[in-house]
């Protein structure tokens, strides 16, 4: 079984662009959790989806959104990228939200 | 808000024993995983507890005690390749938002 996808792998973005992160969860896993890791800290939370609606938000400003689709993957949006967005960001599904969740390998965004 | 504490660092020898603390001060707490991160890895699920008292797997084993708001990773037999970073995170609900919060890390180094 595959585990949790995410693409791209790694992004070079230039401040105020836009960028989208995708991800595919297990197959059978229906929330999908996006986080926000920067060097030598722990991954922040910054959204979770379940059953294609919003269940928890973290403290992100709104430039920062997403969205889950009926196939259950999921996709994070920045717009007007800062310096401050260059990160590890990376994507968890699990099967109902609670415990045990599966990370996928991230997307390392790099904004110039 | 919401707030984790767990040691920066653990240095123990292969073939030992560790135990990695985390305390925390949460509202709406429902449960306490670990997770291991490599460098350069996503991180990786090791343990959930929701019940105070011992979880075992295999090498690893988690406690928790709600009532003192605390809870542990113990490492046993300790193998190079568990030099790693690890995580606490909490689970909460918060106003009806699910949150997977996260401490900063411990990072552990074995030495042989």
């Known amino acids: 079984d595959a585990g949790v996808t995410q693409s791209p792998t790694h992004l070079i973005k230039t401040r105020g662009q836009q960028v989208t992160l995708r991800c595919s969860p297990i197959?059978?896993?229906?929330?999908v959790s996006w986080y926000q890791q920067v060097l030598g800290q722990g991954p922040q939370f910054i959204f979770q989806?379940?059953?294609?609606?919003?269940?928890g938000r973290g403290n992100f400003p709104d430039r920062f959104s997403a969205r889950q689709f009926p196939n259950y993957s999921s996709e994070l949006n920045v717009n007007a990228l800062l310096l401050g967005d260059s990160a590890l960001y990376l994507c968890?599904?699990?099967?109902?939200?609670?415990?045990?969740?599966?990370f996928g390998s991230g997307t390392r965004l790099t904004v110039v | 808000g919401q707030s984790l504490e767990q040691p920066s660092e653990v240095t123990a020898v292969e073939g030992a024993i560790v135990q990695i603390n985390c305390t925390y001060q949460?509202?709406?707490?429902?449960?306490l995983s670990w997770y291991q991160q490599h460098d350069g890895g996503a991180p990786t699920f090791l343990s959930y507890?929701?019940?105070?008292g011992l979880e075992e797997t295999g090498r690893f084993s988690s406690f928790l005690s709600r009532s003192d708001s605390y809870g542990y990773l113990l490492l046993q037999e300790l193998q190079m390749k568990d030099s790693a970073s690890y995580f606490c995170?909490?689970?909460?609900?918060?106003?009806?938002?699910?949150?997977?919060?996260f401490g900063s890390g411990t990072r552990l180094l074995v030495r042989p």
């Open positions: 968890a599904s699990s099967h109902s939200g609670g415990d045990g969740y599966t």
């Open positions: 197959s059978g896993h229906k929330s």
């Open positions: 989806y379940y059953e294609k609606e919003e269940r």
């Open positions: 949460t509202s709406g707490f429902y449960g």
């Open positions: 507890n929701a019940l105070d």
């Open positions: 995170a909490v689970s909460i609900l918060d106003d009806s938002s699910y949150k997977l919060i």
